[in-house]
């Protein structure tokens, strides 16, 4: 229904109340005039005359002169307009009653009514007054004065009751004037009071409906869901208030139907009169136009409602459509970025699994999309009064939902596309393999013989059955074959799979070759030749060419009477033999290089592969809002703790190391330099493996989070997280290995130096990574560490200490108990901590160290041996005031270090006295300086030192000596030591430290070159460092063997002789320690304690064998 229909309606309620109230005529209520209506001057009983005519009567009113006009004015216009108005059409009747009244009154009373009845008269009965001399004097004064009472109707003038009962019924009449007519004037107010203020609740319910639909009408529809949702909420409320309103008002008009209702049922006995029954049909005609004006007012808020729930049903299907349209929007832009078809089979697989899991997370949009354009036709079959909006959003969702599903199967198709050529291609390089495999595994020399040449045929002919289903046919085919999906790098890569094949099956063929001549090679046919007679006898049977030798003496004789042509001919045939049986050995180590390179490439795609996956499945799913609420609250921002810096290894070996390892494969054994030139860059697993331990310790705190366990289910993997986090620390361990076998097969190639180099770079990272996971751990030392330059070596000792100052009673009771210390070598310090282990598992059981001395390394000087003990050596401080008896867990990691702090304190001293040059050649401005004598130790030190930084050999091994360039000879035997060489025995002490420590720490001693090469001086050394390897002239020895020097030669070397086996040979002076007699002396690097930074080489003592150990403040 609209508006102006349910205006009308209302109007016409309105109107109608008013015509049943006659308030359209007289505008006046019962209530209003309640107060001159309870004064009963007049009222309307109810009675009627014989043609139906209302009845008022004027009841015996004393008072009636001293009413006003206008309040009797009020009361006449109010009684005349309660009967309808076909009853006030006929005529009133009055019935004025003034038997006790005067004639004076009388009179007075009725002209006064009769001046102002405001409606029309029929009739008028006068009941005059009852005395004998008031109705005489009324008689006389009526005939005499009846022009006076001239009026439209006829006034009569009764004497009696009865008289009047002559002109209206007794049941029209009051009991006062003889009827028997029920009337109660009080009861009659209320009636008339309850009626009027029902009727004026139906009027002001019908103005209040019509206002309020205006009201819905003139709302305007809102543009959002919450705002529609109010208004249909607060028009709701309002008509619920309204619905209220009629209700009680109908309650109301049913509480007045029923006080009449008794009335009903006997409205036609004379004791009910007929204003009662009309009351009674007011009420019933009010109560109809109240259900009318609900009826009218219940079909505006229906159709008013279904417009808000259409408005409502609208504005939620825009907002859904604007936000499924902003996710397929989203979601298509990111399939549309989906161009990678990878480039291995596990990244193809790997982005097959991410373009299904993308699938299912967008499929709830997409579901949700269709859902919704289901909605909105739901909405115009329904007859939607937008229809022209909701039809074309349909239609958009359903393009989308359309054009997303068609790209999904467009690049489903292509990555399975490039999934059929992977595993192509990798059926073919597995197939290779197996064939570098079956080379490698037959043994030249058993396919020597027929037998063998025969089986190992076989085997090829076999394997090169299975090529059909296993190789790649035509390349052309493949192109064409797989267009769709071939950009430049995916063609380089079958062209390289396919160059691989062709190559792998030339040297089948070649072998095959070379097996079918030796599988056909027969013995050759003897040809008759006569022999000499006395070859006969000698050699009954000779076969030139088959046996050239017996074990009879006369067989040698006849191979010398063969002619030279068959000599050299059998010589020919056996190197060409031997150029084959090396040419396939070479072959067999290429293939076997070629098999490294491969692994070391499939493990590195499928280390990137994985490195990707746990970056896109783990850690981009941490800022991912739809996984947030999975996430506890321990992990928040703790990204970068649990991950580190994978993501820097991954773009490295992503972008860098992988492109660079691809293009070493024709050529496997020059790869080592490509590790070398980005041997920098693998510095980042330091930072890596330092933050493992905070890694591990998150992890295990909260491994249980459900998080982990969804991206372990979306990803579909077997292993958690932490398996993962291991991989690059396993990783950068299988290098070394893999540079281990590649070098293995790669011993007289062109790059094995490199490949050397390498794997000795690989492995000092290794050892710089482990070094830093126990730095990490010091704790309680107050400065940077840093500052202290690059660690060179750590680890656990027994420390006994010994210093000048200290207690006798300490020093006593410390020689007997080491101290357990873990020591950190760096440039410029070297530290002592106190190893402490702790609870827990995993890192958190990795050990702490407790900070508790260092010593500046300028200041330091060593002795490299201590009587006794094989793994001691000392460490003193400030020319001997502390002093640090050290003693490794083996003599080797004894040598190790002393080799390390030696070199430290060379370059220290190299340092110094280039400073020192530097300062006299400005000193001396353009003087020349004095040429060096070829005897100076200095110039052969450095000499020495330059060698050995351009080598990068260990000092104390020989072969940093003997890689360029031959051992020299050995020397003439006559070319010894006399006799009357001094002595390098000392005579013996009382145990204590030695005095030669003064004479050694000399100004002279510094002036020769300190510590050059160690100065000659004959007699007995001690090995301190095992020599294995070397040229023919290089003596082997062991450390702790004891051997005589013989002669001094160049670069660093000494010729000397193992007086126990009585061999002599060369080996490196800086592995020999001289042995200064009972007291256990031995040849010591000390740093000088004027000049810090320089070194000299001296004797020094040793501790004896009950060498003191006071403790000291290291002890801890």
């Known amino acids: 229904m609209a508006l102006e229909e349910m205006v009308q309606r209302l109007n016409a309620v309105s109107k109608h109340t008013d015509e049943i109230m006659h308030q359209d005529i007289v505008p006046l209520c019962a209530a209003d005039i309640q107060d001159q209506l309870k004064k009963r001057f007049a009222y309307l009983s109810g009675g009627r005359g014989q043609d139906g005519s209302p009845v008022i009567t004027f009841p015996d009113y004393p008072a009636f002169s001293e009413i ?124 008339r009071m309850a009626i009027e203020s029902f009727a004026l609740m139906v009027k002001q319910t019908a103005q209040m409906l019509q206002s309020f639909g205006t009201e819905l009408a003139e709302t305007e ?84 409602q279904q417009k808000l729930e259409q408005c409502l049903q609208l504005r939620h299907f825009e907002q859904g459509f604007r936000e499924v349209k902003a996710i397929l929007d989203a979601v298509c832009q990111k399939v549309a970025t989906f161009t990678d078809i990878g480039n291995s089979l596990a ?20 579901e949700r999309a269709r859902a919704l354009s289901l909605d909105g036709e739901q909405l115009i079959e329904n007859k939607h009064y937008a229809v022209d909006s909701i039809r074309p959003k349909c239609q958009e969702l359903r393009h989308l939902c359309d054009q997303f599903s068609a790209e999904i199967v467009r690049r489903r198709g292509l990555l399975s596309k490039s999934l059929e050529l992977h595993r192509r291609l990798e059926t073919s390089l597995k197939w290779c393999d197996e064939g570098i495999y079956l ?162 490439l499939d493990t590195e795609r499928a280390y990137v592969e994985e490195l990707l996956c746990v970056l896109e499945g783990y850690a981009a799913e941490m800022d991912n809002p739809l ?98 986090l291991l991989k690059p620390v396993q990783r950068i361990t299988k290098y070394q290995l893999l540079l281990k076998e590649m070098l293995k097969y790669s011993k007289n190639c062109e790059g094995a130096e490199d490949l050397q180099e390498a794997l000795s770079s690989i492995l000092g990272i290794l050892k710089a990574v482990n070094d830093s996971m126990h730095l990490i ?39 007997f108990k080491p101290m357990q210390r873990h020591l950190f070598l760096h440039e410029k310090a070297v530290l002592f901590c106190k190893k402490r282990e702790e609870n827990g598992e995993g890192y958190e059981k990795a050990p702490s160290y407790s900070y508790k001395q260092s010593l500046n390394m300028a200041a330091v000087g060593i002795t490299e041996n201590v009587k006794g003990d094989a793994k001691k050596f000392e460490i003193w401080y400030n020319a001997r005031e502390e002093v640090y008896i050290v003693q490794a867990p083996t003599p080797e990691i004894k040598a190790a270090w002393v080799n390390e702090i030696r070199k430290v304190l060379t370059s220290q001293l190299q340092a110094c006295r280039e400073a020192s040059q530097h300062r006299t050649l400005e000193q001396s401005q353009s003087l020349p300086l004095p040429a060096p004598t070829s005897t100076s130790p200095s110039r052969g030190n450095s000499r020495n030192l330059k060698k050995l930084e351009e080598r990068k050999t260990d000092p104390l091994s020989l072969e940093g000596y003997v890689s360029s360039a031959p051992l020299p000879k050995p020397p003439e035997k006559s ?22 420590e003064e004479q050694i720490n000399s100004s002279d001693a510094e002036e020769d070159g300190g510590l050059g090469l160690k100065k000659l001086v004959p007699g007995k050394y001690t090995v301190v460092a095992d020599q294995e390897k070397g040229g023919p002239d290089a003596l082997v020895v062991r450390s702790g063997d004891v051997v005589e020097l013989v002669q001094q030669g160049d670069e660093g070397l000494w010729y000397v002789r193992d007086p126990t086996t009585g061999k002599e040979g060369w080996v490196p002076a800086s592995s020999l320690s001289v042995q200064l007699g009972p007291s256990g002396s031995a040849q010591c690097l000390s740093s000088s304690e004027s000049s810090p930074g320089s070194a000299v080489l001296s004797n020094s003592s040793s501790c004896s064998e009950g060498g003191q150990a006071p403790f000291s403040d290291l002890q801890g």
């Open 627 to 724: 996984m947030a609420h999975l996430l506890s609250t321990g992990l928040h921002h703790k990204k970068d703790v649990l991950f580190g810096n994978m993501e820097e290894i991954y773009h490295f070996h992503n972008r860098i190391f992988l492109r660079e390892l691809e293009n070493y494969t024709d050529c496997p054994e020059l790869v080592g330099r490509c590790f070398l030139e980005r041997m920098e860059d693998f510095q980042i697993y330091e930072k890596y493996c330092q933050n493992k331990p905070r890694s591990e310790s998150l992890w295990r705190q909260c491994s249980d989070c459900p998080f982990f366990q969804e991206c372990q289910r979306k990803l579909d993997h077997k292993l958690s997280l932490d398996s993962y």
């Open 347 to 366: 990244h193809v697989e790997h982005l097959l699994r991410d373009l299904a899991s993308f699938e299912e997370k967008s499929g709830v949009a997409v």
């Open 68 to 191: 006003p006009d206008k309040e009797f004015q009020n009361v006449m216009t109010y009684l005349t307009s309660i009967p309808s108005l076909q009853d006030a059409g006929i005529g009133f009747i009055l019935v004025i009653d003034r038997r006790r009244d005067k004639w004076t009154s009388v009179k007075a009373s009725v002209l006064r009514i009769a001046a102002s009845f405001p409606a029309n008269l029929q009739l008028v009965l006068v009941l005059r007054p009852t005395g004998f001399f008031q109705r005489t004097l009324s008689d006389i004064a009526f005939k005499f004065n009846r022009d006076d009472f001239k009026m439209k109707v006829p006034v009569i003038m009764l004497s009696s009751v009865p008289d009047l009962h002559s002109y209206i019924d007794k049941s029209q009449l009051t009991e006062d004037l003889g009827g028997t007519l029920d009337y109660c004037h009080s009861r009659w107010l209320c009636q």
């Open 439 to 600: 080379l490698a595994s037959q043994p030249v020399d058993k396919c020597q013989s027929q037998d063998g040449a025969e089986a190992a045929l076989q085997e090829i002919e076999k394997f090169l059955e299975t090529s059909a289903e296993n190789k790649i046919q035509e390349l052309n085919t493949i192109y064409k074959e797989y267009e769709s999906i071939l950009n430049q790098d995916l063609m380089e890569h079958v062209r390289k799979v396919f160059q691989k094949q062709a190559s792998m099956e030339e040297v089948f063929h070649r072998r095959q070759a070379s097996l079918k001549k030796l599988a056909a090679r027969q013995t050759r046919p003897v040809q008759p030749v006569a022999p000499r007679p006395e070859a006969l006898a000698k050699s009954p049977c000779p076969s030139p060419g088959i046996r050239r030798g017996s074990e009879n003496s006369s067989s040698e004789g006849g191979a010398l009477r063969r002619g030279p042509y068959r000599r050299a001919k059998s010589e020919m045939s056996e190197s060409r033999q031997g150029r084959s049986s090396a040419g396939e050995e070479e072959e067999s180590l290429a293939i076997l290089r070629r098999h490294v390179m491969s692994e070391l």
């Open 975 to 996: 070319k010894g030591w006399s006799k009357t060489s001094h002595s390098l025995e000392a005579p013996e002490d009382d145990g204590g430290w030695s005095s030669a």
């Open 221 to 304: 529809l809102p543009n959002d869901v919450q705002s529609t949702s109010s208004v249909l909420c607060a028009h709701t409320e309002k008509k619920d208030k309204a619905k209220e309103d009629l209700r009680l008002a109908l309650k109301e008009g049913h509480s007045v139907l029923e006080s009449l209702g008794e009335l009903q049922a006997e409205g036609s006995e004379p004791g009910v009169n007929q204003d009662q029954l009309d009351n009674q049909a007011t009420v019933q005609r009010l109560l109809a136009q109240l259900n009318e004006t609900e009826a009218a007012f219940d079909e505006f808020w229906a159709k008013h």
């Open 777 to 815: 751990a010091i704790t309680g030392y107050d400065g940077n560490l840093s500052d202290l330059g690059k660690l060179l070596m750590q680890g656990s000792f027994s420390v006994w200490t010994d210093h000048k100052r200290g207690h006798t009673k300490v020093k006593e009771l410390a020689r």
